[in-house]
């Protein structure tokens, strides 16, 4: 088995980087969403190779793409996707965008669970519908449970046509269990609606805890969702901006399909394609070694905090690189949090409050880096805290 150094550091400066160029040089970023780890080998490999071919014409649609995703789906969550499932989407945002329009018609209401991943509040609106959010509860340990009663509120309302499932949960980490996906799936049927599962960021779930893809919940669930997938999150290939979605009903599928071919959004690239295939057949052993290193960076995260800042709590993380700090002893507002972070502790991550309700008070911390960065970043912190 190939081995992956996740210690190795990268620059990624000067590189029209998002994560590290957006901000000044002092600062450390642990922000949005990528990891700050090198793709896998065979990756970069396969990229090199078609690099030097010297053509990239227009690709055919062929079915290697799709197959990858079915491998993906068994060997990790023993889910027996068929091929023609699959359907290819220029990431995942535009595909909830399409599923939306192939879904529900503007005026309706969508639900999406709050604090919600930030570009859900746009989308949303900027389509014409509605956002209705169900507060996710937090417990005593830190970890979130659902209102199911508020839940089947917002889901009978007469307008309600599709609910938004991030699986697991950004930002709070959460990993639903089978029970909690089961319950929702009943009352998404119960009242008619719609589900579109994210489930970008299913790879990276923390032991104790097991990924359910939502359309592997019964035949019912499967006819009834459209499971969004992408690699991006767990081989750092966000850039190429691919993704794919599943939707098990024929039906269902050929009407994701028909606002994908209005906008002419089914065209392939040939760098969007290939890494993804690579990274699901070749890959396994990166996913696995990253898990487990992420796992050391959060343990020693938990560890840095509880004894040196214990100001801020880090509740119970069950899934994702994205961690939740609740910062709410430091009593400072949200515009004094995302200040005080930025300037005088020279770390940059996302202000809970952009997540909507709930996210006042809270940060959303990146730890998909070396643990010399983390450690960094964490004794930056501490002395701001302190002074």
């Known amino acids: ?20 160029d957006t901000y000044k040089d002092d600062v450390m970023p642990l922000w949005i969403a990528d990891t700050d780890f090198k793709c896998p080998q065979p990756v970069i490999d396969a990229m090199l190779e078609r690099v030097q071919h010297g053509v990239y014409g227009y690709p055919m649609n062929v079915k290697t793409f799709e197959q990858s995703i079915v491998n993906w789906q068994k060997k990790r969550f023993n889910w027996d996707v068929e091929v023609d499932w699959v359907e290819y989407t220029p990431a995942v945002i ?47 340990d830190g970890s979130y449970a659902i209102d199911f009663e508020n839940l089947e509120e917002l889901l009978s ?60 919940l019964s035949q019912a669930a499967a006819d009834n969702c459209v499971v969004c997938v992408n690699p991006s999150k767990t081989f ?21 399909y028909a606002p994908l071919e209005d906008n002419k959004a089914y065209g392939r690239t040939i760098f969007g394609t290939l890494p993804i295939e690579v990274a699901y057949n070749e890959c396994d052993y990166y996913a696995d070694q990253m898990l487990e290193y992420l796992e050391g960076n959060l343990a020693y995260l938990k560890k840095f905090v509880a004894e040196r800042i214990p100001q801020i709590k880090i509740g119970n993380p069950q899934a994702t690189y ?28 996302n202000e809970g409050s952009t997540f909507g309700p709930g996210g006042a008070g809270f940060m959303r911390m990146n730890i998909a880096c070396p643990r010399s960065r983390l450690e960094e970043a964490l004794t930056r912190i501490e002395a701001a805290v302190n002074s």
Request: charged share 25%.
């Open 322 to 349: 994205l961690i939740w700090l609740d910062c709410r002893e430091l009593q400072l507002s949200p515009k004094e949090l995302h200040a005080f972070f930025l300037e005088k502790a020279k770390v940059a991550m």
């Open 236 to 256: 750092n290939i966000a850039g190429v901006r691919t993704g794919a979605v599943v939707i098990p009903n024929r039906h269902n599928h050929d009407r994701f």
């Open 157 to 216: 309302k007469k307008r309600t046509t599709m609910f938004l499932l991030c699986s697991p949960h950004n930002p709070v980490g959460k990993c639903f269990t089978r029970e909690e996906l089961s319950r929702i799936s009943e009352l998404c049927l119960k009242h008619n609606v719609f589900v579109v599962s994210d489930e970008i960021h299913s790879d990276i779930i923390y032991k104790g805890n097991r990924h359910i893809p939502f359309g592997s």
């Open 1 to 20: 088995m190939m081995q992956h150094d996740f210690d190795e550091l990268i620059d990624r400066k000067g590189t029209d980087c998002k994560k590290w």
């Open 94 to 140: 535009p595909a909830i965008v399409y599923a939306m329009r192939a879904f529900t018609n503007p005026g309706d209401n969508i639900v999406i669970q709050m604090p919600a991943y930030h570009p859900f509040h746009d989308i949303i609106p900027n389509n014409g519908r509605h956002i209705l959010g169900n507060q996710l509860i937090r417990k005593d």
